[in-house]
């Protein structure tokens, strides 16, 4: 098996990959429809299941082709019933997303706002939801990807059980990642692609969640025809199969990244994650660099640093340096305060973080910024 080129993506996913992975997408042609193949998804709808530590009775898994994004539309869209209301309690980019799509159906809903670098606040939540009967559905996302603040969804599940509403979590960027337990945190539905915390490919989004709910949705409008949950899984059930064409090559690489999963384990992998993240913080703070998000109150996966109050200052420079030499380094997603993400994702580890700030700190020295950089006025939090 030949090496391929390892570059260290800094983004918040794809992620940087193993060559086990990559190479598990060399396969024989197959066509999908094929047993053989039904039952490589059906062992691995179960694996996705158990990472969030489900009951296979109680929990389900449905897979769909597209990216991460497919996972929030299909949620909101297959599971409100008529008349019923959407809350979706938004302090950042990803839970935008699902005010988007709320608007793009057309479906009754509340964007509950708070700000991008705060905790929501449950007694406003609370609040909301007592005054209002109709809220049959409530989103949000677990880390906001782009600041990476960490949302309290064990409390957020419990408010929504407490009022009958069923609980969606977008933990794209968590799931494989931080461990999750499922019933624990009173989640009903979570959700990621195969190309972040399973570090395999992009192309294979997948929903986990209660399959009484799932087939409670059988009656509900039919909002989209390729992305209804229930749909989907009533294919898988009947024939084992998607409903249209899986992306075959994509499940290879999966059913290889979460066979890797369980040979790191969940704990060893959120222990690298961490020190990742730590080597991160570290090079932040040697550079004088403050961040957005308050130490206590981030996810531990994604750092969002401020942009410096200096004239040479480029972040298309910086990146273009970096990038040259292997690295890859990602804006922002805030309109109010222009930074940039560095994101502890993937198959790296800290040498890698190390590695990186050298080239970080030269790239910081050919632009002319001087270092530790400076900001004007006092802003962030160091970690
Ligand atoms: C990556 C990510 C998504 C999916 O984004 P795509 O661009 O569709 O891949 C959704 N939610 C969160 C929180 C994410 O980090």
């Given at each position: 098996m030949e090496p391929v080129k390892r570059n260290i993506l800094l983004?918040?996913?794809?992620s940087t990959t193993t060559d086990t992975v990559k190479y598990a997408q060399i396969v024989p042609d197959i066509c999908p429809r094929e047993k053989e193949f039904a039952g490589l998804m059906k062992g691995l709808r179960e694996d996705l299941v158990r990472v969030v530590h489900g009951d296979l009775e109680e929990y389900t898994s449905v897979l769909f082709c597209g990216s991460g994004t497919i996972n929030i539309d299909v949620c909101i869209n297959s599971l409100l019933p008529e008349e019923k209301k959407v809350l979706v309690i938004n302090n950042g980019a990803y839970s935008t997303r699902a005010v988007e799509i709320c608007e793009y159906y057309g479906l009754p809903h509340i964007d509950l706002r708070f700000p991008v670098d705060e905790r929501p606040d449950l007694a406003k939540v609370e609040e909301v939801l007592k005054n209002d009967p109709d809220i049959a559905l409530i989103h949000t996302t677990h880390?906001?990807?782009?600041?990476?603040i960490l949302n309290p969804i064990r409390e957020i599940g419990a408010l929504a059980h407490k009022y009958g509403a069923v609980f969606t979590v977008d933990t794209t960027s968590t799931y494989a990642m931080i461990p999750i337990d499922i019933a624990k945190d009173n989640i009903d539905f979570c959700m990621a692609s195969a190309q972040k915390g399973l570090m395999a490919m992009t192309g294979l989004s997948f929903v986990v969640g209660k399959r009484a709910i799932i087939e409670k949705s059988a009656?509900?409008?039919?909002?989209?025809y390729y992305c209804n949950l229930f749909l989907q899984y009533d294919c898988f059930e009947k024939?084992?199969?998607?409903?249209f064409t899986p992306p075959v090559q994509t499940i290879y690489a999966t059913i290889q990244g979460l066979k890797e999963y369980w040979a790191e384990g969940e704990e060893g992998k959120w222990a690298r994650h961490t020190r990742v993240f730590q080597a991160i913080n570290r090079g932040l703070d040697e550079l004088g660099f403050r961040q957005v998000i308050k130490p206590e109150w981030r996810a531990g996966l994604v750092s969002s640093a401020i942009y410096p109050d200096?004239?040479?200052?480029?972040f298309e420079k910086v990146h273009d340096y970096c990038y040259e030499r292997g690295f890859t380094i990602y804006p922002g997603k805030i309109s109010t305060t222009n930074t940039f993400r560095l994101c502890a994702l993937g198959a790296i580890d800290e040498k890698d973080i190390e590695d990186f700030f050298v080239v970080f700190q030269e790239a910081l020295q050919a632009s002319g910024v001087s270092v530790p950089v400076h900001y004007s006025e006092e802003k962030g939090y160091r970690s």
């Open positions: 983004n918040p996913g794809p880390n906001e990807t782009g600041t990476g009656s509900y409008s039919k909002r989209s024939t084992g199969e998607m409903h200096d004239p040479n200052w480029s």
